[in-house]
């Protein structure tokens, strides 16, 4: 079945998507790396038998019908604008709950009289709404504001696909934060150190290493230096960092753009923008040429 995105496995009627496996019938759905999600929409990971999940992050593991919520699972069911519901089941509004039923900000309530307030507590979001500081409008059927996340912009992930300076987030109604950094000494630059695991003595991990790419310092763990012993491959030269910042600028971004097949000139979407160098096709196209 037809699917648009990028890096899509396994998975059918999956629209508008990003790093997802085993999607179905869902869309603009991304980091939904554990088969399977279903009937979702506008999500964020992780999946893993998630259905009928709407406007919410971090939900997963037999999760169905969560709306509006973070860190939701598992087997979380009929949770609304509720953040850290561990196996909860019709909730409203709730945190830092586990395995509880029909509750409305943290208090519980027979099933009628839930059933009741959430439909009049629905009503009146409609009616009186949240203004932001900035005088956006917040209804019922919206995320939770931006302004009361538990994070700051530069600390996200949508920092690093969507970078925003300090004052650009701060305008859009985000939160900054300033990272301090702990100062270290480096014991060792990255040029003196071994070029093989053999050459390795245990006393690395007592190192303070300068990274080859930012100079900050960094040292390797003994569970580091076990694995990579087992896996027979080098020692690092970068800071944990400047390696995560090395893989993560080879994947394609979460973006879709308005392409002609430079074979048929057939149009297509791809996350290659126009400007790269590739040649790009549509399906049948690159069938045709790999045959």
Known sequence: MRVTGDYIYESKNTHDAYMVAG????RYAQFVSVPH???CYDYSGWGNGAEKIYEAAVVGEGANGVKFSFECWPDALDNEYSIYAISCKHVFGCVSLKRKHYCILNKGYPKEEYERLVSQIKKDMERNPYRDPQGRIWSYGEFLPINLSLFAYNESLAHA???KTEKESLASGFKWHEFTATPYTATKQWVDMPDTLAETPDTILQEVI???SCGKAFCIV???????KNLSIPLPRECPTCRHNARFVRTNPP?????SCQKCSRPIQTSYAPERPEIIYCEECYKVEIA
């Open 23 to 26: 999607a179905e019938d869902s």
């Open 37 to 39: 999600a279903r009937d």
């Open 161 to 163: 696909y969507f970078p």
């Open 210 to 212: 300068a990274c080859a």
């Open 222 to 228: 003994s569970g580091e230096l076990a694995l990579m």
């Open 255 to 259: 973006r879709l753009y308005n392409r």
